[in-house]
């Protein structure tokens, strides 16, 4: 009885709800592994089975032919691609502006004070290139 309850709770996630309709007329004669990889009464138990299944859902829905975008949907979406962008340009931009101050020489003749002054900006700009370069967003 408990298998019975399992073999319920996993049709609904294992098969489109279609495809529960056809078994009284599709299922009927075959025996063997392919009919227990195609068949409703239980899910697939290999790849094969699983693959089967997979073709005979896809296959029952055709996609709905694309329409469209709406004027509205279509500002809506720029505006959301541009934001999501935003932050990632001005990320390389920065990355762009601390290799420049690293690849500045630094000038012999200078002082102590400018020497030490070159030497902090030169360590901030690393630092700051380093968590960018750190960051997960900017791994592309």
Not at 35 to 48: H, Y
Not at 60 to 68: A, I, N, Q, S, V
Request: glycine letters at 14%.
């Amino acid at each position: 009885m408990s298998d019975e309850g399992s073999r319920g709770s996993r049709l609904p996630l294992a098969l489109p709800p279609a495809s529960q309709g056809c078994s009284s007329g599709g299922g009927g004669g075959g025996g063997g592994s392919s009919a227990g990889g195609s068949g409703n009464s239980r899910p697939p138990r290999n790849l094969q089975g699983l693959l089967q299944m997979a073709i005979t859902a896809g296959s029952e829905e055709p996609d709905p032919p694309p329409e469209p975008m709406s004027e509205e949907r279509r500002q809506w979406l720029q505006e959301a691609m541009s934001a999501a962008f935003r932050g990632q340009r001005e990320e390389v931009e920065q990355m762009k502006s601390c290799l420049r101050v690293l690849s500045q020489p630094m000038p012999p003749t200078a002082g102590e004070a400018e020497q030490a002054a070159d030497q902090q900006e030169r360590e901030g700009a690393l630092e700051l290139l380093a968590d960018l370069c750190e960051n997960m967003d900017n791994a592309a």
